[in-house]
C-alpha cells in the first residue's frame, strides 16, 4: 500500500522531504495547478521524472496557494535553472467552467474532487507571482493550457482574441505539445552551461523577443509571419486564415518557423520536433513512476481523473482524425507514437501488481483507442504532406490501418492469469473499421479487430463518436457521414449476434456545434429514435483555444476557405439545441412542436413526439360530421 512505500520513492513536494535528500538548492522547481499523482498519464509526473532522469533534482509544488502570503512559492527558495509552470492537465478555464460558463462544483485533479485549488488562467497567474517574486530567474511554461494559447487566440470566457500567453505570463519561454524530447534537450544545453537565455534555436519552443532583434539563425528553417495581434483584433477574418498556417505547420514533417508581431514583440514559434520514436516514447513511460498519488493526500480523499486511469494503460499518442472541435492533434501531433509492446506489457505488468488491483484493466488505450501502430506507408509521402487528418475527407491510400498489432496485444493481456478482463475504454473510429469507408481490410483484420473486441473487451457498453447526423455538420466537424455509422452497427450487431452477445453501443453526439441548425438537431433526434438509441452521452460545444471549431465559432468563417458557416452562440438557443436530445422528456414536447412548427418542419415533430390533441381540434373535419353537428344543434 501507500505507507509502505519509503517517501523518497515520490519527487518532493515539501520541504520536509527536500531536506531528507539533504538537498540545499534544488535544479529545477515544477508549479503545476494539479495535484500531484506519479503516474505516465499526468505530465506534471511525466516532467519531473524526465528532469530527474537527466540527474538533475526537482520538486514539485503541487496546487499552490495564489491568495495568501505566497508562502507555498517560496517554500523551495530559488532554484539553480528554472521554474517549470503548467495549469496542469486542462485548461484550467475548461477544469473550472461549463460550456455555459457555469461554474463546476468539483476538480477532477484534487483530493476529494473538490474545486478552487487553481486559480483562472492558472499558467498566467503562477507565472507572474514568480517572476515578482524571484524576478532573475527563468520561468518556462508548458502543458496544454500553455501550448493551445501559444499564438492569438480566442477565449470564449473572456470572449475575446487574446495574444500569445507569453505575453501576459511574461514567461521566457514556452514548450509545446508533448514536452518530452524539448525538455530532454534544454536540460542537456543547461548542463553544458549554455545560458537559458541562449535557449532559442531549439525545436518545439516558442518565446518572445523585441521587434528590433534579428531572428535566431538556423538554416534548416523557412519562416512564416502570420498577421500581426493587433490586426487581427480588428479583422477576424485575418485571425481565421492565420489559424490555417499554424494547424498546417503543427502536422508537418518539416514545418516552418512561425513569427507574429505583438506590440513591441515579435512572436517566435520554433518547428515541432518529427514525433517520438518507440525507443524515445518507452523511454517516457519506463521512468520510475510508483504510479500512485502523493502520500501527503491519504487524508483529504481520492483524486477522480486518477481513480479513472488507475488501471488503464496509455498505448500510444497523438491522434490523425483532426476534428474540428478537438485539440489532441494540435498538442499531441498527427503522427501516431506507438509505444513497444514490450514496454506496454510491463506497464500491464506493474498494473497487475497494483495494491488494489481486482483482475480488471479499464482501457487498453490511446487518445483514440484503434490507431496504435498505425502510420504512413510510405514516410516519404508524408513528409511531404500538409493535410491536418489522415481520414478526412476520405482515408489516405498511403495510411496503414493494420488492426493486427493491436489485436495481438489485446489477446496478449487477456491471456495474462491475473487478468479477468482488459477492457478497452477509450473512444473507438468505428470509421476505420467500415469497409465503404476504408477499403484498406485486404486481410480481414479489421474485422478480426472488432470480433477480439466485442467478445473480450467491452465493458457492457462500446462508446463511439459519430457526433452528428447531419452530413453537412458532419464535414464542418471532419467527420464522416452517418450513413457509415449505421454500417458499423449492422457489422456490431451481426458479430454480437453470432456470439450471442447483448452489449449496449453508446454513440456520443455533440450539440451547438459550428453549422448546426435546430432541424439537424431534431434530424438527429428523428435518426437516433429509429436506430433505437435513447441518447445519454452527449456534450454542448464548447470553443476551447486552437480548434477550428473555435475559429469558426469567433469569427464567423471557416480557416481553410474564409466561407461564412453560424455557429449558436446564444445561451439559450445553446440550451434549446441540447433539447433534442431529450426529446423524450415531456417538458420538452412544447418547445419542440413549437420550434419546428416555425421551421415549417411539423413532420418532424410528428416523427419525434407525435401530435398534440389540441392540434388535432385544427383539422377540418369531414362534412358528414359538420352536417351531423348543425342537425343535433337545431
Ligand atoms: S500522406 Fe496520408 S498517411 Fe501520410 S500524413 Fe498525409 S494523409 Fe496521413
Not at 500581426?228 to 494547424?247: G, M, P, Q, S, T
Not at 498538442?331 to 506497464?347: C, D, M, T, V, Y
Request: net charge positive; with cysteine.
Amino acid at each position: 500500500m501507500i505507507q509502505q512505500r519509503p517517501i523518497t520513492d515520490w519527487l518532493p513536494i515539501t520541504k520536509k522531504e527536500l531536506d531528507k535528500r539533504g538537498i540545499d538548492q534544488l535544479d529545477a522547481i515544477l508549479v503545476s495547478g494539479d495535484a500531484y499523482v506519479d503516474h505516465p498519464a499526468f505530465g506534471t509526473a511525466v516532467i519531473g521524472r524526465i528532469i530527474e532522469d537527466e540527474g538533475f533534482s526537482v520538486a514539485i509544488i503541487a496546487q499552490p496557494n495564489w491568495k495568501d502570503d505566497l508562502r507555498d512559492f517560496k517554500k523551495f527558495g530559488k532554484p539553480k535553472y528554472f521554474f517549470g509552470v503548467t495549469a496542469g492537465c486542462m485548461d484550467s478555464m475548461v477544469n473550472h467552467y461549463t460550456a455555459n460558463k457555469r461554474l463546476r462544483s468539483t476538480d477532477a485533479y484534487t483530493p476529494g474532487g473538490v474545486s478552487g485549488f487553481r486559480p483562472d488562467y492558472a499558467t498566467t497567474v503562477y507565472s507572474n507571482i514568480l517572476k515578482e517574486i524571484y524576478p532573475d530567474v527563468p520561468v518556462l511554461i508548458g502543458g496544454i493550457e500553455a501550448s493551445l494559447r501559444r499564438v492569438t487566440h480566442y477565449d470564449y470566457w473572456s470572449d475575446k482574441l487574446m495574444p500569445s500567453i507569453l505575453v501576459d505570463s511574461k514567461a521566457d519561454l514556452l514548450v509545446y505539445g508533448m514536452g518530452d524530447q524539448p525538455l530532454r534537450e534544454i536540460l542537456r544545453l543547461l548542463k553544458k552551461g549554455v545560458p537559458f537565455e541562449n535557449l532559442r534555436t531549439l525545436k518545439q519552443v516558442a518565446f518572445l523577443q523585441s521587434t528590433s532583434e534579428v531572428l535566431p539563425k538556423n538554416k534548416n528553417w523557412e519562416t512564416k509571419e502570420l498577421t500581426n495581434h493587433e490586426e487581427c483584433l480588428r479583422d477576424k477574418i485575418k485571425f481565421a486564415a492565420n489559424f490555417k498556417i499554424v494547424e498546417v505547420e503543427s502536422n508537418k514533417w518539416q514545418a516552418d518557423r512561425i513569427v507574429q508581431k505583438v506590440g513591441d514583440k515579435t512572436l517566435v514559434i520554433n518547428p515541432p520536433y518529427k514525433t517520438m520514436n518507440e525507443k524515445e516514447i518507452d523511454q517516457s513511460f519506463d521512468l520510475p513512476y510508483t504510479r500512485l498519488p502523493h502520500p501527503k493526500y491519504k487524508k483529504r480523499g481520492s483524486i477522480p481523473a486518477y481513480d479513472m486511469i488507475k488501471f488503464s494503460v496509455n498505448m500510444h499518442r497523438g491522434c490523425f482524425g483532426g476534428c474540428s472541435f478537438c485539440t489532441i492533434s494540435a498538442h499531441q501531433g498527427k503522427f501516431i507514437a506507438s509505444r513497444s509492446e514490450e514496454s506496454i506489457l510491463k506497464e500491464v505488468d506493474e498494473v497487475i501488481h497494483h495494491p488494489e488491483f481486482k483482475g480488471y484493466i479499464s482501457d487498453l488505450g490511446g487518445p483514440s483507442a484503434n490507431m496504435y501502430k498505425m502510420k504512413g506507408k510510405d514516410e516519404a509521402i508524408c513528409a511531404r504532406c500538409s493535410s491536418p487528418s489522415c481520414i478526412h475527407p476520405v482515408i489516405c491510400n498511403n495510411l496503414d490501418t493494420s488492426h493486427k498489432p493491436m489485436t495481438e496485444l489485446y489477446k496478449k493481456v487477456d491471456a495474462l492469469p491475473e487478468v479477468k478482463k482488459a477492457f478497452v475504454g477509450s473512444g473507438i473510429r468505428y470509421d476505420l473499421l467500415v469497409d465503404d469507408f476504408n477499403k484498406n481490410n485486404e486481410d480481414g483484420n479489421h474485422d478480426e479487430y472488432i470480433e477480439q473486441v466485442i467478445t473480450r473487451h467491452v465493458s457492457g457498453r462500446l462508446k463511439v463518436a459519430p457526433e452528428h447526423t447531419s452530413d453537412a455538420t458532419l464535414k464542418v466537424m471532419r467527420k464522416p457521414s452517418f450513413k457509415y455509422f449505421h454500417k458499423f452497427k449492422e457489422k456490431y450487431d451481426k458479430i454480437s449476434a453470432k456470439h450471442g452477445i447483448n452489449q449496449q453501443l453508446i454513440p456520443y453526439f455533440i450539440s451547438s456545434h459550428p453549422g448546426c441548425e435546430d432541424v439537424d438537431m431534431a434530424n438527429l433526434a428523428v435518426e437516433t429514435k429509429d436506430m433505437g438509441f435513447k441518447l445519454e452521452q452527449v456534450q454542448d460545444f464548447t470553443p476551447t483555444p486552437m480548434t477550428v471549431a473555435t475559429v469558426i465559432y469567433y469569427s464567423g468563417v471557416h480557416p481553410y476557405t474564409l466561407q461564412p458557416i453560424d455557429t449558436v452562440k446564444d445561451k439559450s438557443d445553446k440550451l434549446n439545441q441540447r433539447r433534442f436530445f431529450y426529446w423524450y422528456k415531456r417538458e420538452n414536447f412544447k418547445f419542440i412542436r413549437d420550434s419546428l412548427n416555425k421551421a415549417k418542419r411539423p413532420d418532424l415533430a410528428e416523427k419525434l413526439i407525435g401530435q398534440k390533441k389540441t392540434d388535432m381540434s385544427n383539422r377540418k373535419r369531414p362534412e358528414w360530421l359538420e352536417k351531423r353537428r348543425k342537425m343535433d344543434k337545431k
